[in-house]
């Protein structure tokens, strides 16, 4: 085996020659929730409960397009993929049947990714549980073994999905989230975290629903890390670990009264039940529940909503139901038909008493009360020891990337056993306002995070005016994050695997003006944020390759992906400068302070800007032609890609278009392994852009990153002393978000007044 590209030290990753390395990364791909054969996007209802026979091959994209994807990533200066695969496109067909023709898909495009050197982690992704229940993830059987009928969810509410929605274009915005606090998925993860525990009862093949469920789960996941490392040239080259399961859920672990809505429960939109209401909706009785929605001001109780199921029950008939389908065999003290709930004595069917509305709350062998991080570091960390364990057995050097419940609190591990040198705190960001109201609120905003620390004596204090202190907030708020993972897991290295923003924000005007400029600003707030929270790095959500105007994503009317084939290129210059062609250039060398512009002098060209390299083969011209890209200018960012010493801080200032970088170095760059820095070609075209450094001589050139056609990355290489450095990298100012428009679009006072009126009402609330 090859020595791994990439090792854990301490707080940070590093090459082979001991430079940190960034991880700067993308998702890919959000295509990979949807089954391809046949392809059913979550509006489709035709076959969507056809899920035994499935297939994911082809997901994230086939063979035949690999190269045009993983080079235009390349391209726009990504170094890292989160690789999203999901339990049930490897254990569709039933319990144990592996789709073998979907794993050496899956290493097939692993082998294409590595040869346009990315570094690349495995992501089991889920949302929601299952497509079944209105998300991805585990396969359609898994929601069978919980005693569940998927196809009679929609009648009770336990779950909400597009693809049997009345009308799915019509699907409400984000009420997909809220399926975590409906029946199916509270009932779902309650027994997969804790089943034995608190569904003693549900016994399957002799042993409980929790064992059942997780031991499939990590099997199948073992089961793809044993095939790749089979292959024998993945493992430390391309692969360089495994993600915990993704956004884990307690369902109703430590829930303090099902009769309740939980002050926690933050998401509330659409029909509101409570959990029992939830039960009581399932059993097929009529329930009264309130309804919600999101304003301006954040969320309010809209009105009620009669839930009547008119008899039908989201629960497993005994009468048409057998087990035998997938052969398993239920224990008899799990009786179908009934909620499993009543059949642990937590309500009455007969009369719609409940008698446990704590149930849930004390452990039932200690009493301890439950909360966030009981779960967090009992339920969730028992079931991280047997994931790891089963990776590691496969292959002992995999990094961990840890992924705890976003905006909690992480595991308290630091200084045990589990305190493990090869492990990554893997947390996500998503700023909820804009998500929910697909608005880009740029005069004001809410430090989410601060509020769920108690950090304020009053929630309007938590309130953030101006663009300036929203940014900032973000920025606090990552940093916090990151700070709390030091202090809770220990020293290591923190990456932010999920942040992003919606691109149809005001109703999709971008795709009749093709002006980003909304989303522009988003994209900006949020990697200056990761930026400035000293993050090792972060993988951007989303790469979509089936990205369309009107469906978004595909999914759940979600539409985050930074690509779009119906939207258009960004402007072109004059080609680039191959890298031997700066064999003359003349470099700063040992002169703090000074600026040098690169100009005709030194350089014949200047490099592409939608490309970053000559096209090479048609392949490479058919990737530029048709990529699109959205506020294109926010994300291809400069940012440091390999550094000798240690990064203290770096940041772009899009609106300047200005990179600084700063460093501390314990000796002199080696003159073979220089400090790396990724510099975009559409911010820094060579003949426009100036450099000035504390010391050291710099070049800046194209360099070829693999893959068919090159997929060269314009890359500033900087050899500099020791001690502290900085560099100072100043190139040409865009419009941001311009489009057909041509223009910057900038609020009028009008619209700023109302922005600042409403965080004003907002501070007295």
């Not at 040869?115 to 585990?138: I, L």
């Not at 004596?457 to 606090?476: M, T, Y």
Request: net charge negative; hydrophobic share 35%.
């Amino acid at each position: 085996m090859a020595p791994v590209r990439i090792r854990v030290d301490g707080t940070t990753f590093r090459d082979t020659q001991n430079r940190e390395i960034n991880l700067h990364g993308i998702n890919v791909a959000g295509d990979t929730k949807l089954p391809a054969h046949p392809d059913i996007p979550s509006h489709r209802k035709d076959g969507f409960f056809e899920g035994d026979t499935v297939s994911f091959v082809d997901r994230p994209f086939s063979i035949e397009e690999a190269h045009t994807h993983f080079s235009r990533l390349k391209r726009w200066g990504y170094n890292t993929i989160r690789y999203l695969f999901t339990w049930e496109a490897l254990e569709h067909a039933g319990p144990g049947k592996y789709d073998e023709e979907y794993i050496e898909h899956t290493i097939k495009l692993l082998r294409i990714a590595k040869g346009y050197g990315f570094y690349v982690f495995m992501d089991p992704h889920q949302d929601v549980w299952s497509r079944f229940t209105g998300g991805s993830g585990a396969p359609m059987w898994t929601v069978y073994a919980c005693g569940l009928d998927p196809k009679k969810l929609h009648a009770t509410q336990a779950s909400l999905v597009q693809n049997n929605w009345d009308d799915p274009a019509n699907f409400p915005k984000m009420i997909w989230a809220t399926n975590y606090t409906r029946l199916a998925c509270q009932a779902i993860f309650t027994m997969f975290f804790a089943g034995k525990d608190f569904a003693p009862k549900c016994v399957i093949d002799g042993v409980n629903i929790q064992d059942y469920l997780q031991d499939h789960f990590v099997a199948a996941c073992k089961h793809l890390a044993q095939r790749i490392h089979e292959a024998g040239d993945l493992e430390g080259e391309v692969v360089i670990g495994y993600e915990t399961i993704n956004e884990p859920n307690k369902g109703m672990i430590g829930h303090p009264n099902l009769d309740e809505v939980p002050e926690e429960q933050r998401l509330k939109k659409g029909t509101t039940p409570t959990a029992f209401q939830s039960m009581l909706a399932g059993s097929g009785k009529p329930v009264e529940v309130p309804t919600w929605d999101f304003g301006g001001l954040g969320p309010y109780k809209s009105g009620t909503e009669l839930i009547d199921p008119q008899g039908t029950t989201a629960w497993l008939d005994p009468q048409t139901w057998d087990d035998s389908k997938y052969g398993w065999k239920r224990a008899e003290s799990w009786k179908l038909g009934e909620d499993i709930w009543a059949q642990h004595g937590v309500w009455n069917p007969d009369n719609d008493e409940l008698k446990q509305p704590q149930y849930f709350l004390k452990h039932p062998s200690s009493g301890e009360t439950i909360d966030e991080q009981f779960y967090i570091n009992h339920y969730f960390m028992d079931h991280y020891r047997r994931y790891k364990k089963a990776i590691r057995d496969v292959w002992s050097d995999a990094i961990m990337f840890m992924q705890p419940c976003p905006f909690e609190i992480p595991p308290k591990i630091k200084g045990t056993k589990d305190d493990d040198p090869n492990l990554v705190f893997a947390s996500h960001f998503y700023d909820g306002i804009t998500l929910i109201t697909k608005k880009w609120n740029r005069y004001w905003n809410v430090d989410v995070l601060g509020v769920l620390r108690g950090r304020y004596s009053s929630p309007a204090f938590a309130l953030k005016i101006g663009e300036n202190a929203v940014r900032n907030c973000f920025r606090d708020q990552l940093s916090a994050i990151r700070q709390e993972g030091l202090d809770y897991m220990g020293d290591h290295p923190c990456i932010f695997t999920e942040i992003g923003i919606p691109y149809d924000m005001d109703d999709k005007k971008a795709y009749e003006t093709g002006n980003y400029f909304s989303q522009s600003l988003a994209v900006d707030a949020n990697h200056y944020a990761v930026e400035a929270s000293k993050a090792n790095g972060m993988t951007w959500w989303l790469y979509t390759v089936g990205n369309n105007h009107y469906w978004g994503d595909n999914w759940n009317g979600e539409d985050l992906s930074i690509y779009c084939p119906e939207d258009k290129q960004v402007p072109t210059s004059p080609q680039a400068a191959s890298t031997s062609d700066l064999a003359d250039q003349q470099s700063l060398e040992n002169e703090p302070r000074r600026s040098s512009r690169v100009g005709p002098n030194n350089l014949q060209k200047t490099l592409s800007v939608d490309s970053m390299s000559p096209p090479s083969s048609a392949a490479a011209a058919s990737a530029r032609d048709s990529a699109g890209y959205r506020a294109a200018e926010a994300f291809i960012r400069p940012y440091p890609i390999a550094t000798h010493g240690k990064v203290t801080s770096n940041n772009f200032d899009l609106k300047n278009s200005i990179f600084k970088f700063t460093l501390t170095a314990s000796s002199p760059t080696p003159q073979d392994f220089p400090t790396e820095v990724f510099l975009p070609n559409f911010h820094f075209p060579t003949q426009q852009t100036q450099v000035e450094v504390s010391g050291g001589k710099w070049t800046i050139g194209l360099r070829e990153t693999g893959g068919i056609d090159g997929a060269e990355q314009q890359v500033l290489r900087w050899w500099h002393g020791e001690g502290e450095q900085e560099i100072t990298v100043k190139g040409v100012k865009r419009q941001r978000g311009a489009g057909e428009l041509g223009a910057e679009q900038e609020e009028d006072d009008g619209y700023l007044k109302q922005y600042l009126e409403m965080g004003k009402q907002c501070a007295v609330m």
